[in-house]
């Protein structure tokens, strides 16, 4: 762990575990968002990956775009007056989504070449993508910068890109006894690749993505007093505790 | 009078379907990282919630009827889906607003205001929308699908809002109190729909 990192967690820790949106605060575990795809298309790896392509090529430039657009109607404050709110919610909510379907205008043909007549099994889902919370959530929050829309966009692409693949595996694997078409075993629980099964495979798998993810904050704070601690002796500094 | 009779019978038929054996939450999953986020937040009502989606659903229902023979004539109806009925909920979601900014001074009329854009723009509505359309559903259908929608999500909101509190018990294993438990329960709400209703996902 570099100095930078340790200096950071021991100061605030929470702070520093929640710009990670790829394990320690993932979207989906963390904070329940893009839920609908999941429990009911990503029953298998092919339709997770189909799912998780369109996300790569709607977020970020719909972000980027809701970004742009949003400075008409700014929140400049984290908790703004309900006046404000009720003034700027609904054209900002509206700009979110309509960026998000103006880039499916140019997403949706790359992913139809990508993937053909596959992509139909995707049904409504696909078109439903431009009003997820994943991609829309910043409009009820303070205006972000177009640097942090680009990495914040990216890092939760990656991480629910994660989530699903695991996910359509897990329940590919449960409900056929394959992953990715590849025999594994029998199948184990065929009730998995239906949106009920969804709701219950992802609910345990949430449960223990947030223990493993308890466990090393537990461990990455520890670590980091540790750091600092051999850092100040060295340096000749008095211990804070 | 026959006519009248008939398309009234088919549009609450349509709404008991979508509340019970279609229901948006538990056979689609639409709305539910809403749902997750209402039951929890007591800033927002779930009552007034669900009337503006109910409100926003009907009304959305008939203007995309509409708007889903322009996509049909168009020669790339796929990839304007989103763009047009999300137009169509827009237009919608205006006139509310302009009606709740009359409305302002009155009770309420604010924290409407705050929840509009919470209930108009979700995958709850949209996703009725596309299911109407893609189903080719006639107007007085689409209406009362779109009713009985937001009626089953109120549905699932109650439902869920009532197991909050013995979800926080302290004999549920800590791991999966919260978020978990939810989709757990939710889950098994589920499967108990398709014992009485059997089940396909129609896309």
Same mark, same amino acid.
């Given at each position: 762990?570099?100095?930078?990192?340790?200096?950071?967690?021991?100061?605030?820790?929470?702070?520093?575990?929640?710009?990670?949106?790829?394990?320690?605060?993932?979207?989906?575990?963390?904070?329940?968002?893009?839920?609908?795809?999941?429990?009911?298309?990503?029953?298998?790896?092919?339709?997770?990956?189909?799912?998780?392509?369109?996300?790569?090529?709607?977020?970020?430039?719909?972000?980027?775009?809701?970004?742009?657009?949003?400075?008409?109607?700014?929140?400049?404050?984290?908790?703004?007056?309900?006046?404000?709110?009720?003034?700027?919610?609904?054209?900002? &909510?509206?700009?979110?989504?309509?960026?998000?379907?103006?880039?499916?205008?140019?997403?949706?043909?790359?992913?139809?070449?990508?993937?053909?007549?596959?992509?139909?099994?995707?049904?409504?889902?696909?078109?439903?993508?431009?009003?997820?919370?994943?991609?829309?959530?910043?409009?009820?929050?303070?205006?972000?910068?177009?640097?942090?829309?680009?990495?914040?966009?990216?890092?939760?692409?990656?991480?629910?890109?994660?989530?699903?693949?695991?996910?359509?595996?897990?329940?590919?694997?449960?409900?056929?006894?394959?992953?990715?078409?590849?025999?594994? &075993?029998?199948?184990?629980?065929?009730?998995?690749?239906?949106?009920?099964?969804?709701?219950?495979?992802?609910?345990?798998?949430?449960?223990?993505?947030?223990?493993?993810?308890?466990?090393?904050?537990?461990?990455?704070?520890?670590?980091?007093?540790?750091?600092?601690?051999?850092?100040?002796?060295?340096?000749?500094?008095?211990?804070?505790? | 009078?026959?006519?009248?009779?008939?398309?009234?019978?088919?549009?609450?038929?349509?709404?008991?379907?979508?509340?019970?054996?279609?229901?948006?939450?538990?056979?689609?999953?639409?709305?539910? &990282?809403?749902?997750?986020?209402?039951?929890?937040?007591?800033?927002?009502?779930?009552?007034?919630?669900?009337?503006?989606?109910?409100?926003?659903?009907?009304?959305?229902?008939?203007?995309?009827?509409?708007?889903?023979?322009?996509?049909?004539?168009?020669?790339?109806?796929?990839?304007?889906?989103?763009?047009?009925?999300?137009?169509?909920?827009?237009?919608?979601?205006?006139?509310?607003? =302009?009606?709740?900014?009359?409305?302002?001074?009155?009770?309420?009329?604010?924290?409407?205001?705050?929840?509009?854009?919470?209930?108009?723009?979700?995958?709850?509505?949209?996703?009725?929308?596309?299911?109407?359309?893609?189903?080719?559903?006639?107007?007085?259908?689409?209406?009362?699908?779109?009713?009985?929608?937001?009626?089953?999500?109120?549905?699932?909101?109650?439902?869920?809002?009532?197991?909050?509190?013995?979800?926080?018990?302290?004999? =549920?294993?800590?791991?999966?109190?919260?978020?978990?438990?939810?989709?757990?329960?939710?889950?098994?709400?589920?499967?108990? =729909?398709?014992?009485?209703?059997?089940? &396909?996902?129609?896309?």
């Amino acid at each position: 762990m570099k100095r930078h990192a340790a200096e950071l967690i021991t100061r605030d820790p929470e702070r520093f575990f929640h710009h990670d949106r790829v394990f320690l605060n993932n979207p989906v575990v963390m904070q329940g968002m893009g839920l609908a795809p999941l429990v009911v298309l990503a029953t298998s790896g092919q339709n997770a990956l189909m799912l998780a392509v369109a996300v790569a090529l709607l977020l970020t430039p719909s972000r980027m775009l809701a970004c742009l657009l949003s400075r008409l109607f700014p929140l400049r404050e984290e908790h703004p007056a309900n006046a404000e709110l009720e003034k700027k919610l609904l054209p900002r &909510s509206i700009l979110y989504s309509g960026s998000a379907a103006v880039v499916y205008l140019a997403a949706y043909p790359i992913l139809n070449q990508l993937f053909g007549v596959s992509l139909l099994v995707l049904g409504i889902y696909l078109p439903m993508l431009v009003v997820e919370p994943l991609l829309t959530y910043r409009f009820g929050r303070v205006q972000e910068t177009m640097k942090k829309a680009v990495s914040k966009g990216i890092r939760i692409t990656i991480g629910y890109g994660l989530l699903l693949l695991l996910l359509g595996c897990v329940r590919e694997w449960l409900s056929a006894g394959t992953v990715f078409g590849h025999v594994l &075993s029998r199948p184990v629980l065929p009730m998995a690749s239906m949106p009920a099964g969804g709701f219950i495979v992802l609910g345990v798998l949430c449960a223990v993505w947030r223990t493993l993810a308890r466990k090393y904050k537990n461990y990455l704070t520890s670590e980091a007093r540790g750091l600092m601690a051999v850092y100040r002796q060295k340096e000749g500094e008095p211990e804070d505790e | 009078m026959n006519d009248v009779m008939q398309a009234v019978g088919v549009f609450f038929s349509y709404a008991v379907l979508a509340v019970f054996a279609q229901n948006a939450v538990f056979t689609r999953g639409l709305g539910v &990282s809403r749902l997750v986020q209402l039951v929890g937040d007591e800033r927002t009502s779930s009552g007034w919630f669900a009337l503006l989606l109910c409100v926003t659903q009907v009304l959305v229902a008939s203007l995309a009827f509409y708007a889903g023979g322009f996509i049909a004539a168009q020669s790339n109806p796929a990839q304007l889906r989103p763009l047009v009925y999300l137009a169509c909920v827009a237009v919608v979601s205006l006139f509310e607003f =302009i009606v709740l900014w009359a409305a302002r001074g009155k009770r309420h009329g604010g924290q409407l205001l705050r929840i509009l854009p919470l209930a108009a723009v979700n995958s709850g509505v949209l996703g009725t929308v596309l299911v109407e359309r893609t189903q080719s559903f006639t107007l007085e259908q689409s209406m009362g699908f779109g009713l009985g929608s937001g009626l089953g999500y109120l549905l699932a909101v109650m439902l869920v809002t009532e197991a909050d509190r013995r979800l926080r018990s302290e004999a =549920i294993p800590e791991a999966f109190r919260g978020l978990p438990i939810t989709l757990i329960y939710i889950g098994v709400l589920a499967l108990a =729909i398709y014992g009485f209703t059997g089940h &396909s996902v129609i896309l």
